[in-house]
């Protein structure tokens, strides 16, 4: 039976590898249902006519006329603004891959949630942000999250989730990113170029730039602990700088379960979108004769502040995590428009989690969305302030 795939951020590094696999599937095994972007209007509507799309979104308005005139000819129905990217996640679709950036993909994908489907997660950030709403949604719902972040896609399949009591802790790897052996007074003066340069994955700039800060082992810690509902103290985080294992699960009689592959996001994608069968993937076969040493070391959370940040948030839990993610969000921004340096990623998202903490004590976790857009709202104000008053 043909499965009917909605892809949000379709011209992503995430979204492209999907509809790579999509390409290679056999002909009936796969139909995009619909596609969204940002701003990139000429490759949605490149994407649209490769694919046949039934629908796209573009979120950006200003690109409108330049995706209606490229799709005039095609029978693709397009819509415009951030509410057509909802449209497009309500879509009858078997299959919804999140894999917008930011916290800009949560009302998207709680739609996509809503529908009661396969949602493939990339998207970590609206976890990250919303994680109880987000969790309760899921379960309200009926609908199957499937882990795509390649950490949690590999603890998802090595997890006896059924039995929860056998599990001791949970064990993220991490390759280190661009930065793992330079020095502290070195960081000082990294550029946009040297972090957006990570040793081992392709992704796109955001992702890369948390890679090199660490903040992206944090995000993901939030997430561990949301999608598995493990507390802080439960989660380990350990740099394995090849990224061969993508994580692991210890169990109370000492065995450790973990998933191998070649660091390419087209088998946790397959992963997701083939749930419950395995599906394809053209990716690279390890070779374990080739393979020579896999190494592990702890994490530096004096030199990479960030990840120990991230795990204070997910302590403090209430608001915490959402300001976190904003702050961060905005820092990163700044930092690839060359406003801040390196350093100043995590300063400024300190100086944000100070401010509200000492406002709110992060309060409750919200479980209303205009009470999450009210916090990253406010957050963002506060990392905007931190820049100006560095
Ligand atoms: P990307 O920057 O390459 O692509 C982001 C996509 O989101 C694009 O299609 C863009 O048009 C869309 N988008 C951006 N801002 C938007 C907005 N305001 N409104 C609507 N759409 C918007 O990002 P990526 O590297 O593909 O990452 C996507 C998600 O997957 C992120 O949450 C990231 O953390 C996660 N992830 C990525 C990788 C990877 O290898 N790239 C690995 C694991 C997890
Ligand atoms: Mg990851």
């Keep these: ?46 994407q649209a006519i490769e694919f046949d799309a039934e629908f796209v979104a573009l979120a950006d308005s200003n690109n409108a006329d330049t995706l209606k005139n490229a799709l005039s000819t095609t029978k693709t129905e397009i819509g415009i603004g951030p509410e057509a990217l909802i449209e497009a996640a309500n879509r009858q679709a078997d299959f919804c891959m999140a894999a917008i950036i930011g916290a800009a993909g949560l009302q998207p994908t709680l739609a996509a949630i809503d529908q009661g489907n396969h949602v493939g997660l990339a998207n970590k950030e609206c976890l990250v942000c919303a994680g109880d709403l987000f969790m309760k949604r899921v379960a309200d719902r009926g609908a199957t999250l499937l882990p795509v972040d390649s950490e949690h896609n590999a603890i ?10 056998g599990i001791r802790r949970l064990i993220l790897t991490a390759s280190g990113g661009p930065f793992r052996e330079t020095p502290m007074n070195k960081l000082l003066s990294v550029t946009r170029k040297d972090a957006l340069a990570h040793p081992v994955w392709e992704m796109g700039a955001k992702i890369s730039i948390d890679s090199a800060t660490l903040m992206n082992k944090g995000l993901e810690l939030i997430e561990a602990s949301y999608l598995f509902n493990r507390p802080s103290a439960e989660i380990d985080i350990v740099v394995h700088p090849q990224s061969i294992i993508h994580s692991m699960v210890e169990y109370i009689d000492g065995s450790v379960l973990a998933q191998l592959g070649s ?13 419950p069968n395995r599906m394809h993937a053209p990716v690279e076969r390890l070779d374990f004769s080739k393979l020579n040493g896999l ?15 991230a795990r204070e948030a997910l302590e403090a839990g209430g608001k915490a995590p959402c300001v976190l993610n904003a702050a961060n969000e905005v820092a990163v921004k700044a930092f690839l428009q060359e406003k801040i340096a390196f350093l100043d990623i995590p300063r400024v998202v300190e100086g944000a989690l100070n401010k509200h903490a000492s406002r709110s004590c992060f309060g409750t976790s919200p479980c209303e969305i205009d009470e999450i857009i ?14 100006v008053s560095l």
């Design 1 to 46: 039976m043909t499965k009917r795939i909605t892809i949000l951020g379709s011209t992503g590094s995430i979204g492209e590898s999907t509809l790579d696999l999509v390409r290679r599937a056999a002909p009936d095994e796969l139909q995009v249902v619909a596609l969204t972007a940002n701003s990139n209007a000429k490759k949605l509507a490149e």
């Design 156 to 165: 998802f399949q090595v997890l006896e989730i059924d039995k929860p009591e």
């Design 263 to 275: 660091p390419d996001m087209r088998t946790p994608i397959a992963y997701a979108m083939g749930w």
């Design 295 to 309: 190494t592990f070391f702890e994490p530096d959370t004096t030199k990479f502040k960030a990840l120990r940040l």
């Design 374 to 387: 009210t916090t990253d709202t406010e957050a963002r104000n506060t990392a905007h302030e931190q820049i």
